[in-house]
DNA sequence: GTTAGGG
DNA sequence: CCCTAAC
């Protein structure tokens, strides 16, 4: 064999020739499988089918009680899980296993260490202080019929002397479930209240200080696609992200206002309800009038990034064959734990008050403005999963897919009268931020901050360390999220609570009113029929302010372009190495052989590496740009791409090019 | 899933 | 780095 022979490549001696696997396109290559898809059903037609026939059968129930009903199953159950442990009170998966909303999903509980959770529901206690507490299903419901609106608030009040950022994460469905409902189905929805409340011991006791507590009319949305039209878009959001302020008058109604809003925004519609129809054929699905308006985003642009992700997922499956645990909500995943640091810059609004970037900054005696978030909207997703998963199975894929999208790393954006604040270091009021000024201007978006999802393949491999605490033991698809990019809240650990809102179904409905004439456009832009859901790509307000209408600067959705990662001297020595033992088109092995551990660097990257390297090596050093690369190595790249280039290294197993530089020393021994 | 190349 | 065709 010739392989184990030594072959004297140039001067600097023998290499041992490393015997190279057959080149793998000799290699048995499976037929093309592709049918994963054909057998695979869009998740949608059964979450579709799930729900439309809950609203169906819903349909004939009386919708006045649910509200109260629902208020109270909340009550109660929160009740029994107030005072259990954290853990306890994280969200339990079992809270949405029913009746779900394949329109979005929401992590209704929230789970955070210490905290205090408030749930406000009528009557509670307003008055001691000027926090207001606003929405509250009852209130709501009894105003507006059918609606049904739990927020909870979830103040994190760090003993005065910190931000007592709170974060109030209202999960606020709303049931305009017609008439009547089937004991069933109030049984589901009381899931939801359930899953959605999380209750308070000390309802504003916490509270109880000059902080005043915005209505959390901030809503943050993930939209799947950008807007086109820029100006618009971005009202579109903004609007609905303000933050409340504290309104006697409209205390009772502010989740009625937020629903509405949120309505506004949603891009979708008359594509939307086409798109479902064509996806689900459900006759559930059509059985529910109600959903049929459920908007259902799609672009192509989502779709792809969509695909990325999926392609991740299969990439981790195969690579981590351990079942993938299903993913404990208790452990502060989805919690809605916002980090302190992050809430307080983002999150949190402070009307005059100093620096407070560093938590503890604060003077107890600052008075601060609280507000909630009502919801993270999940950003749509879409899964697919054979007719014959189980439930479990399905439940489990829209978890890795919720993962991967909050997993990937998000990050609040800060938007003022349409711009973005980027100086973190700024205090609110130095941004403009008052309460006295412009809080509706003021909105907050998420970003999506993974900007690749590592094709990773090696689990054990750990992880950039931003990641969430519970990281560690997870290998659901998160992609480590690109430090620097990271930078607002990289040490942070927010985890946006998924909302699944029963809101949405209703929503649906309302929806419909044309509400942003720009949606149109939009939906026209929307063809794509294919069943792809994804994950929504949060809108880079910059770009929509800068670009020109028809910009559609693909990059700026969610499939952001990998932040570029230059190669290091190191890396292109391990890379000629690499090459020049293996040789080209065996990018797999060489990545394997020397970037095992670079988990950033695919083997795609190293032959584009290569391919540069090979340029740059051809080129004038005036010519070359960026960190320079020695010469010598690029020596060795000429060396190793000429000699490879004359022995294919796909037809034997060849040696490897030893010697830099004297290339061609002695190709023929190469033979066999 | 990999490769090879063009973009 | 991305995207894709081709394998």
Redesign the pocket.
Known sequence: MVSKKKLDYGFNGYRSPIIPRAP??IRR?GP?KKLEEDNKLCAFELLAAVAGKLLKESESSASSNIAEGNVQLGISEDINNVGQSKDDNALKSESYDHGSCAESAFIPEISVQEQNLLFNFKGLPEADNDSVLEHNSLHASSGFLKKVDCDIKLGISEEKSTIGSSVCVGNSFKNELPETQSEDDKNKIGDFSMANTYTVKDPVGECDNTNVMINSESSVQLPLYRDPIPGASLRKHWNNVKLGIRDDDEKSFGCNKFSTKIRSFKPQSRIGHRRVRKMVASKYWKAGPKLKDCELYNTSDGM?TFYRYR?NF??RE?YQRAPIKKRKLSDHSFAVAYDQEASSDSISNLPEKGPRTVKGHQKAKDSHVQFSIKSFKVPELYVEVPETATVSSLKRTVMEAVTAILGGGLRVGVVLQGKKIRDDSRTLQQAGISQSSNLDSLGFTLEPSFT?VSPSKTPKKQKLPLLLPCDADQQLPRSPATPMIDSGISNASIEFPLATKLDDFNDCKIISSPKTPIDAPIDGAVVSDSKALVPVSPIDTEAHAVVPVNSKT?RSEL?Q?????PFSVGEVEALVEAVETLG??????VKMRAFENAD?RT???L??KW??LVHTASIAPQQRRGEPVPQELLDRVLSAHSYWSLHQS?QHGKLPIAAPKIVDAREEIVGV
């Open positions: 793998r396109s290559r093309c792809k392609k299969y990439a195969r690749h693909k499939s372009r990998r932040t570029r990662r080209t088109g065996r990018w797999r092995d950033h083997y795609v990257d032959k584009d391919k540069t796909k």
